[in-house]
Structures are given as C-alpha cells and as structure tokens.
C-alpha cells in the first residue's frame, strides 16, 4: 500500500493522523513543460464561482469517474476537459504518493512531461487562468511559507508558495513539496 500524505511536518510532506471519513478518489496531473530553456510547471486558477475550492491555483485535474479505469486516466481526461491539452503532448512520468485533503479528497498526483507546442483551450466555466511557473523556484525551499488555520476546530497546518502575484496553496502547495522530495533540488539547478 503506498503511503498517504498531507503538508505539515518540517519541509517534507507526512503521514496525514485522521481516520474514519471514506475520501472521494481523485486524480491531478503535475504537468512539467519541457521548454528549450528550463522546465516549469502549468498551473490554473479556478473560477470564483466554483463549490470546491473557488479561486484557487491547482492543477488540473478532478474526481475519478465510474468510466475511469486508472488515475492517469482520470487526471488526463480532466486535463483535457479543463484545458484542452492533447493527451498526447504528455510523457508520463509515474504517480506521487496520493495526498489526502483536508476537504476529503484523496488525491493521486500524476506527474507528466509536456512537449511543447501546445495550445490550450480553456474551460471558462472551471479555469479562470492557466499559467507556467519555473520548476526550479517551486521546488527550492527557500521560496516556501508554512501557515496554520482553524478548520472545523482543528489547527491545519499547509504549505505556501507565493510567486509573483499567485499565492499557491494547500494541496497544490503540499504536492509540488511532496514532489521536491523526490526529485532533489540539486538535480534541477
């Protein structure tokens, strides 16, 4: 059984405590751009008007469907749903951990190399933005904060990544940490 991870702990992702509550299954793709000059990762921003996380930088990605047979399946298909990138632009690389939400989700990141060009196609009604950010400043931990909050009478802590004018956040912040401790920051500079 693979480990499950949630933000907290020093710089690395740990062991989520809580039991009980059956997460719903879901499934994001980590898309690395391969560009000419560096790698980045593609982010959005989600509409406001959404019930799960409205405004929010996240990959994309969503619930696993009935149809679904696999998490890749599920975090290309959403992909593509949300913002229009072919399938077939994507190397896929192998699964993170799964991450489990405080929201209750639980979420298998799949990381994939994009090769560009590429155009998108955004879904307005979910994706506000899609944007790239340099792998190597989300992966240095010197560029991360760690916040606490009260969510629903418990003290939550999570990463945060602030970049330009995007505060990355939460189980998007959580995973591209969970993700560093893998790929080594070493490697990438």
């Not at 879904?123 to 991360?144: G, M, Q, Y």
């Not at 970049?163 to 998007?172: K, L, V």
């Amino acid at each position: 059984m693979r480990e499950c991870f949630t933000a907290g702990g020093d710089d690395a992702p740990v062991r989520e405590a809580e039991a009980g509550t059956p997460l719903r299954p879901a499934a994001v793709l980590v898309p690395v751009v391969d560009r000419a000059d560096d790698l980045s990762v593609l982010l959005t921003r989600r509409t406001d008007h959404l019930h799960h996380h409205p405004g929010q930088i996240s990959f994309p990605g969503g619930r696993v469907e009935d149809s679904d047979t696999s998490a890749v399946m599920t975090a290309l298909r959403e992909t593509e749903e949300e913002i229009g990138l072919d399938p077939q632009r994507v190397e896929l690389l192998g699964e993170l951990a799964e991450y489990h939400t405080g929201t209750g989700f639980r979420v298998t990141p799949v990381v994939g190399l994009v090769h560009p060009p590429f155009e998108l196609v955004l879904d307005d009604f979910e994706v506000a933005e899609a944007f790239e950010v340099p792998l190597r400043f989300l992966l240095d931990p010197a560029n991360r904060e760690r916040h606490r909050v009260e969510y629903q009478g418990r003290m939550r802590e999570y990463y945060a990544i602030p970049y330009h004018d995007y505060f990355i956040w939460g189980a998007t912040a959580g995973i591209l940490v969970q993700m560093s401790s893998f790929v080594g920051f070493a490697r990438i500079g």
